[in-house]
């Protein structure tokens, strides 16, 4: 409900211009090369160079994969509008922080990476068990995932296992 509420704004396609700067909201975004589709949040264009902005609902958290999500949209746009995109922005909406991200070919690598493992278990119709550490804490999807049952679930086959066969 955090993050919706924070999306509020970005959610809406809209557009206007703002001291020569056109704000693109809740613009659709596809690439046929990596099967994607999907939505960025603002896109801002300074004349005609895109750079795609981002909006997370918490705090600025450690770890790459809101970049890594960040730098999908600008290979989207890339493929869409045949233009580069070398950098983009996360926004944080609870800390009111803004930083530059820059897409480089090791992330842009990284983001191919993970969409073919993405297709891969789409493909094989399965999903990875929760992890049900330290990026469990702040996860979004947490009361969905529900990782320390899956993990209490493993402890007690454990537990069985080591009771019952001999």
Known sequence: MRGRDVHENVDVESSHDVAGIR?????????????????????????????????????HRAGHHEAL?????????????????????????????????IFTDVMRGHVEKVVDGVHGMLEQSSIPPPVNDKRCTHCSLRESCLPAVVAEKDKSRKAARELFIA
Request: charged share 25%; with cysteine.
């Open 23 to 59: 704000y693109e909201r809740a613009l659709p975004l596809w690439s046929k090369r990596l099967n994607l589709v999907g939505k960025a949040d603002l896109v801002e264009f300074q004349g005609e160079t895109p750079y795609p902005v981002e909006y997370k609902s918490g705090r």
């Open 69 to 101: 999500q960040l730098c999908a949209q600008a290979i989207c746009l890339e493929e869409m509008l045949g233009l580069s995109v070398v950098k983009g922005a996360l926004f944080w909406h609870g800390s009111r922080e803004r930083r530059e991200v």
